[in-house]
């Protein structure tokens, strides 16, 4: 298998609580790979201070366009600086996409980023979610941007709970990105017929009211436990050439904690590899 990573964000709450603690806890339940969201405050010298403390290493930093777009070399020296490979955009806002009015503008912004980071020697990639599968151009708005942009510039990071969200095979979407996947994000869920719309963004902490899952409604899950095929998006990882896998729950399991959900994802994809 892969090795696999986990996304900080998963744990942001007992991040900001106990950086140090709780880096040291995500250790212990055997991850030896992150990625980042956010440095807490920290300087980037201090992250890595921690990162090292703990026994971990960034892979790659979630990093939100309009905080690159500002300076996007010191942004992101910053992130190199506590040793990433991949510089990720995370999400767009909804002025920013492709149904919005600023799209082709950020378009020009996110290829010139691509070539900043080209430049410093790390690799772009973009984060879906759901909402790049609205149609632009006469296909999906996330193909209109790989079409765009070409490869040597910015690369995938595959979200296959929002792939699946949005209707389309996440192990289908992956190999056709194969040779430009490096990072997969392996994310679950349960979402029963009828129910999605923006409860969902409430869910990853973009709402107002952060909702943890009405009951009935939409919750995300530990790996293994929810609706996707998880074998089938694994086996697709390997066939596009993927490089990495990363672990990613933006809130709990209802009545579970957040460190006991990221265990039992890493638990359940170490399972597989016997």
Not at 85 to 96: G, N
Not at 194 to 216: N, P, R, S, T
Not at 260 to 266: D, F, I, N, R
Request: glycine letters at 10%.
């Amino acid at each position: 298998m892969l090795p696999i990573a986990i996304q900080l964000y998963n744990v942001r709450e007992e991040l900001d609580a106990d950086l140090e603690g709780t880096l040291s806890k995500v250790a212990g339940l055997g991850y030896r790979y992150a990625e980042l969201a956010g440095l807490y405050g920290r300087k980037p010298a201090e992250f890595r201070a921690g990162l090292d403390k703990a026994g971990l290493a960034a892979i790659s930093a979630h990093v939100p366009y309009r905080e690159m777009i500002a300076d996007p070399e010191k942004v992101m020296r910053s992130y190199i600086e506590i040793g990433c490979k991949y510089i990720v955009i995370p999400y767009l806002a909804e002025e920013d996409r492709s149904t919005g009015a600023n799209y082709e503008e950020v378009k020009k912004g996110i290829a010139a980023l691509c070539g900043t980071a080209k430049k410093l020697g790390v690799i772009m990639l973009y984060h879906n979610h759901d909402f790049e599968f609205e149609k632009y151009n006469g296909k999906y708005a996330l193909d209109d941007l790989y079409d765009t942009i070409p490869a040597s510039l910015l690369q995938t990071e595959i979200d296959a709970c929002w792939v699946k969200v949005a209707g389309v095979n996440p192990a289908d979407y992956i190999r056709k990105y194969k040779g430009r996947s490096p990072v997969v994000h392996l994310k679950d869920y349960y979402m029963p017929e009828g129910v999605k719309g923006g409860q969902m963004y409430e869910l990853i902490g973009l709402a107002k009211k952060a909702d943890a899952g009405a009951k009935g409604g939409f919750e995300f899950r530990s790996i293994g436990d929810g609706v996707q095929d998880i074998p089938a998006i694994l086996a697709a990882a390997a066939d596009a050439g993927a490089s990495w896998l990363v672990v990613e729950q933006d809130r709990p399991t209802p009545g579970k904690t957040s460190l006991e959900c990221a265990g039992a994802s890493l638990a359940y994809l170490n399972s597989l590899k016997s």
